[in-house]
């Protein structure tokens, strides 16, 4: 009697557990499924294989000229523009593949964008970038520490992260990010929002833009243009013994996410009502 009512009380207990462990499971399927959830992770990803893509090809650049190889640059605009096809693509329907904080900023300034789901969309794309370091450090950890034992942000720093040239000041910083970034910009609104390109196309559109931009503006500064490909990585290169010194140049980034503002603003106040007359 005793054993029987054991039996029945055990089984009882495993039917509860079984019973929560179900509810568990259903409750974060929900979660997954909602906009929100989906959103962040699209645009997580999607940062993710720009910064990924883009930071191994700057490594290989780095380490290769290093040891005396020639390594031509427009491989590592190329890479970019590659991580942008593929992220793009990859969540464009999902989350609208912003894949920037600035691009995010600056529409939601300009009313194309709800400012509720900035905060989520920034954190992120701040997120993927860390992720990508993470691998290419990883990836790369060896030649690093062959190259670079010091861990140098002026040598392989520069791996995740773009330093001004030493004849560049901080005002020739601010407007040459200033600049490289309203560019970007403008041809991103021009393809979404001008000539309204197909889905299917943009992706495409905005590898070119990526791989022309960079290569006009990179002798400066080093084109930034994505707060996430270059904050991102910055942080984690100063986590990971590159001490503070990645983050002596922030002109770049603010100069940079400051013009996102004033670009969008500029486009959607002045050449939209021109055009549209």
């Known amino acids: 009697m005793s054993s029987s009512s054991t039996t029945e009380s055990n089984q009882q207990s495993a039917k509860t557990i079984l019973s929560r462990s179900n509810e568990v499971s259903r409750r974060v399927k929900v979660s997954l499924a909602s906009q929100t959830s989906k959103e962040f992770l699209a645009e997580m990803i999607g940062t993710f294989f720009i910064v990924v893509l883009g930071d191994a090809a700057t490594a290989a650049y780095k380490l290769r000229t290093q040891q005396g190889d020639r390594f031509d ?48 969309y920034l954190l992120a794309q701040y997120v993927g970038g860390i992720l990508a ?20 942000a002026n040598i392989t720093g520069e791996i995740f992260a773009t330093y001004p040239a030493r004849f560049v000041t901080i005002p020739g910083a601010f407007v040459d990010q200033m600049i ?41 500064c080093g084109a930034i243009l994505n707060p996430a490909r270059d904050f991102a990585p910055r942080l984690f290169s100063a986590l990971v013994r590159y001490g503070w010194e990645p983050f002596q140049p922030l002109v770049d980034i603010i100069g940079g996410q400051r013009n996102c503002w004033s670009t969008c603003w500029w486009y959607s106040r002045c050449l939209v009502i021109f055009i549209n007359n």
Do not use: R
């Open 73 to 120: 640059y427009m491989a590592v605009n190329f890479c970019f523009a590659t991580g942008v096809l593929i992220g793009v693509s990859a969540t464009i329907s999902v989350s609208g593949a912003h894949l920037n904080p600035a691009v995010t900023t600056a529409m939601a300034a300009i009313g194309k964008f709800k400012w509720s789901k900035v905060w989520y």
């Open 133 to 152: 370091s993470a691998v290419v450090y990883l990836d790369h950890f060896e030649a690093i520490e062959h190259f670079d034992p010091s861990h140098q």
């Open 180 to 220: 490289g970034t309203s560019l970007l910009l403008f041809g991103i609104l021009a393809i979404s929002d001008g000539i309204k390109a197909p889905l299917k196309a943009q992706p495409a559109l905005f590898a070119v833009i990526i791989t022309g931009i960079p290569t006009a503006f990179n002798y400066n």
